[in-house]
């Protein structure tokens, strides 16, 4: 049959099923303790049991803990999660400089707060340098340091900048890196997204452990390859944080998933401006560990011309970020029932789903759904072969399959994760489906479309577009 002759002769199906996703994009944030009102914010300084002097940011959905005046953020509860952050180090949300000196994790001195009013809390932790070497600051960078966060009425999250100063008769000095950095649970973290086509289940810090055997080094220092990881699925493979390095312009949001605690935490930059290096310098994002950085200032992919000289004065600030959490309950987007369309009776804009996810069953677990297309055909050529043209705006770890009376399957597809991250679309896919004529019949068929894979909530696919062409009546 040439083309011509199989040129479409009619549209049974036609679906556009592309801007979709309103849903999606602003659930309403809940707060702890239901109610749909935001709670006051609160600034507490407390002692806690170990003597030591805390700081405590809280809005009712997000409570941050610093140590004080340090300004270490040692704990994030969010989402009935205790702490996101990792147990087992001390330093696990830090800002951190690298310089001729060593490594500077610019602790502060003096804690101050700067705004408390209803709509948000602004405090700072802050140092300044003092000269001579038998200061206490002699093996610190020679720089002001002011170490600030923002927390803001129902808002589920927290924004850091700092704000950096030299005097012009303090000493040179070779900046290497500035930087936020937070190290997560480690067992609750596994899934790291650092773009919509790079992102994956990840090792842990533990399969990189060249000491215990765990890993082999390779050429690069960071680079190991992991010879006896706890899981398999990750044998033989390269492990080096660079691999996930990204260009300034590109690096708006990263972060992690927990599937078991239903918690997402990003690391959000509005603006590549307060970088150093441009739009196309790249720079580290999130990595093994777990960890997630904002990179101010780096020699990554540079070199040392970051160094500052004698003369120089100079006041920056770096930031804001926004340290965002989401819940894996705005995630979790569910039919209650599987969904049927009927051609000719249901309205896309209000019938259809935008994502066909799995279905919770209860704890965590998920099953397949099934959803069906119901037609109508007047007239069905039994001898002709008809074609579903069926195209995927997304899927991630999904297996489609198609029946009609019999079965047509994709096999295992996707990793992109389009849906957990809200996208609107991952890869394009495009499947020909042959449907010969004897399969369908005279009056009301019915297409059942079932995603098989549901081990976890962020399996699924999205439609782009389906249409069942018939075959030339001529
Ligand atoms: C909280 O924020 C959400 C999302 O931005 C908004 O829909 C909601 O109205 C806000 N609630 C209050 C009480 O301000
Ligand atoms: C389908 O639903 C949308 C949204 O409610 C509406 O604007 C549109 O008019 C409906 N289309 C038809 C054919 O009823």
């Known amino acids: 049959m040439s083309l011509k002759e199989k040129k479409i002769t009619s549209l049974i199906i036609c679906f556009l099923l592309l801007l979709l996703l309103p849903i999606v994009f602003s659930k309403p944030t809940r707060n702890l303790d239901g109610t749909g009102t935001a709670r006051a914010l609160t600034v507490q300084q407390i002692r806690n049991k170990h003597g030591t002097r805390e700081v405590i940011l809280d809005n009712g959905i997000i409570r941050v803990s610093f140590s004080s005046p340090q300004g270490l953020i040692t704990g994030i509860k969010y989402n009935g999660v205790d702490n996101v952050l990792s147990p087992h180090q001390r330093a696990r949300g830090y800002w951190d400089i690298t310089w001729q000196g060593g490594l500077d994790r610019i602790e502060g ?9 209803q709509e948000q809390v602004e405090i700072s932790f802050s140092r300044t340098w003092e000269s001579g070497s038998r200061s206490r600051s002699h093996h610190h960078i020679p720089l002001t340091v002011d170490k600030r966060y923002i927390i803001r009425k ?13 005097l012009p008769e303090w ?24 773009a919509d086509e790079i992102q994956r289940e990840m090792p842990t810090d533990g399969d ?9 080094a390779l050429g690069y220092k960071e680079a190991v390859q992991l010879t006896h990881p706890h899981n398999p699925m990750f044998k033989n493979q390269v492990d080096d944080k660079y691999q996930y390095s990204c260009e300034i312009k590109d690096n708006k949001v990263h972060g992690w998933i927990s599937t078991k605690s239903h918690v997402g935490f990003w690391i959000i930059s509005p603006s590549g401006e307060y970088r150093s290096g441009g739009p196309v310098k790249q720079e580290l994002t999130s990595h093994t560990g777990p960890t997630a950085i904002a990179s101010f200032i780096s020699g990554h992919y ?11 004065a100079w006041k920056k600030v770096l930031g804001p970020v926004f340290i965002y959490l989401n819940s894996g309950d705005d995630l979790l987007l569910e039919l209650n029932h599987d969904l049927i369309y009927t051609i000719g009776a249901s309205n896309y804009s209000q019938d259809w789903f935008y994502a066909h996810v799995t279905r919770n069953n ?19 050529n039994m001898r002709g072969s008809y074609t579903l043209q069926l195209a995927l705006a997304s899927a991630a770890r999904a297996n489609l399959q198609v029946r009609f009376n019999n079965q047509y399957t994709t096999g295992y597809i996707g990793r992109d994760n389009a849906i957990a991250r809200h996208g609107i ?23 059942y479309l079932r995603q098989a894979k549901a081990s976890g909530p962020f399996e699924g696919l999205m439609y782009d577009y389906i249409r069942l062409e018939e075959p030339s009546r001529d």
């Open 362 to 380: 209860g704890g965590s677990t998920y099953k397949p759904t099934t959803w069906q297309i119901v037609f109508h055909l007047p007239y069905v």
């Open 109 to 117: 001195t003096k804690f101050k707060i700067i705004t408390q009013n």
């Open 208 to 216: 990189r452990d060249i000491h215990r055997g765990h890993a082999k």
């Open 302 to 312: 540079l070199g040392t011309d970051m160094d500052v000289h004698y003369g120089e």
């Open 171 to 194: 000493p040179e000095f070779d900046m290497g890196q500035v930087r936020i950095v937070f190290k997560l649970d480690q067992d609750k973290f596994h899934y790291m997204a650092v």
């Open 425 to 447: 679309h991952g890869i394009y896919r495009l499947y020909s489906i042959n449907v010969p004529g004897r399969l369908l019949r005279t009056g009301t068929n019915t297409i």
């Open 154 to 166: 129902n808002t589920s999250g927290i924004y850091a900048y700092g704000i950096f100063e030299r």
